[in-house]
């Protein structure tokens, strides 16, 4: 006997949403350290609030420490919180991938585009 698979679109639409936040949180976390310098709790809480989805506290702190590796971003002691801001080489970044942010839109709308 076969099971009839009930698919929700908003369940769907969430998945995809965690999906690709996870995917990009890297370039998420620089679109925001250019509004502002922020701790991992802030990014994690901006996060939230632009799209509804919390992320672990696991992949923001690995993603802010691997940025920071890279000398995308400088981290500072201020009290007990550690605040990450850009450096001129994570600026430059992210100005280029927000120039180029029209293109993987489409190419996110290409994957998902019926043939």
């Known amino acids: 006997m076969m099971e009839t698979i009930h698919l929700d679109r908003g369940s769907l639409i969430r998945q995809l949403r965690k999906r690709t936040i996870r995917n990009f949180i890297d370039l998420l976390i620089l679109f925001n350290l250019r509004r502002r310098p922020m701790s991992g709790y802030d990014v994690m809480m ?3 609030e632009d799209f509804g989805f919390l992320p672990s506290s696991g992949s923001v702190y690995s ?4 940025l920071e590796r890279e000398g995308l971003i400088k981290g500072c002691w ?3 919180r550690r605040i990450y801001a ?3 080489k994570g600026k430059e970044v992210a100005r ?3 120039t180029l942010s029209g293109s993987v839109e489409n190419l996110i709308l290409s994957i998902f585009r019926e043939s």
């Open 78 to 80: 201020d009290g007990k």
């Open 96 to 98: 280029i991938f927000l």
């Open 86 to 88: 850009l450096t001129l």
């Open 63 to 66: 993603t802010l420490y691997s």
């Open 46 to 48: 901006q996060i939230f």
